[in-house]
């Protein structure tokens, strides 16, 4: 049993597909503050700070924790949560018909191992059609996502070619982490 402190339900999947046993609670850590000039840098930012304040309120004696961080970026821009419709079809529009790394960073700690993995997995997309585009825009599942971008969902049809883990590019390096506690 491990704790996932993290509320993203595509995390709570993966690891419910993965048969991991979890319980999931977090803390929440505000990662608007983190200045970062690369996608790595801020993913490394965000995740480590999700770690600090976890860690303070659960330890990991009781159940190892586990926290994780995704961010797109295209165009050598971050693309970070979408805070409205318009600016979720900015952020779309500039992964269409684009290379897109998705980077995720996450920190297992157990009193045993602590782990830290960034893991990248690059898209190519195609062009997105406009109709599908403004189709998914009306529904809810762009929301809280990095880049507003769902691999597994909406952008699967325009994937091109593929470098990396799905795992990864859904927000949980799960291939990394099964090494360790599986």
């Given at each position: 049993?491990?704790?996932?402190?993290s509320?993203?339900?595509?995390?709570?999947?993966?690891?419910?597909?993965?048969?991991?046993?979890?319980?999931?609670?977090?803390?929440?850590?505000?990662?608007?503050s983190?200045?970062?000039?690369?996608?790595?840098s801020?993913v490394?930012?965000a995740?480590?700070?999700?770690y600090?304040v976890?860690?303070?309120?659960?330890?990991?004696?009781d159940?190892?924790?586990?926290?994780?961080?995704t961010?797109?970026?295209?165009?050598?821009k971050i693309?970070?949560?979408?805070?409205s419709?318009?600016?979720?079809?900015?952020?779309?529009?500039?992964?269409?018909g684009n290379s897109?790394?998705?980077?995720?960073?996450?920190?297992?700690?157990?009193?045993?191992?602590?782990?830290i993995?960034?893991?990248?997995?690059?898209y190519l997309?195609?062009?997105?059609?406009?109709?599908?585009?403004?189709?998914?825009?009306?529904?809810?599942?762009w929301?809280?996502?990095?880049?507003?971008c769902?691999?597994?969902g909406?952008?699967?049809?325009?994937i091109?070619?593929?470098?990396?883990?799905?795992?990864?590019?859904?927000?949980?390096?799960l291939e990394?982490?099964?090494?360790?506690?599986?």
């Amino acid at each position: 049993m491990i704790r996932l402190a993290s509320s993203s339900q595509t995390r709570a999947q993966i690891l419910r597909e993965a048969g991991v046993e979890f319980l999931q609670e977090s803390v929440d850590f505000d990662e608007d503050s983190i200045v970062a000039s690369s996608p790595k840098s801020f993913v490394y930012k965000a995740t480590l700070g999700k770690y600090e304040v976890n860690l303070k309120v659960f330890g990991c004696s009781d159940f190892p924790l586990l926290v994780a961080d995704t961010v797109v970026s295209a165009n050598g821009k971050i693309l970070r949560k979408a805070n409205s419709v318009d600016e979720a079809r900015e952020i779309l529009l500039m992964q269409s018909g684009n290379s897109v790394t998705i980077t995720t960073c996450m920190i297992y700690q157990s009193p045993k191992i602590k782990i830290i993995d960034i893991s990248t997995t690059e898209y190519l997309f195609a062009d997105f059609d406009t109709v599908e585009l403004e189709a998914y825009l009306k529904g809810t599942d762009w929301i809280g996502k990095a880049g507003a971008c769902m691999v597994e969902g909406f952008c699967k049809p325009y994937i091109k070619s593929v470098k990396g883990y799905e795992s990864t590019a859904m927000g949980l390096s799960l291939e990394i982490l099964k090494r360790f506690i599986i």
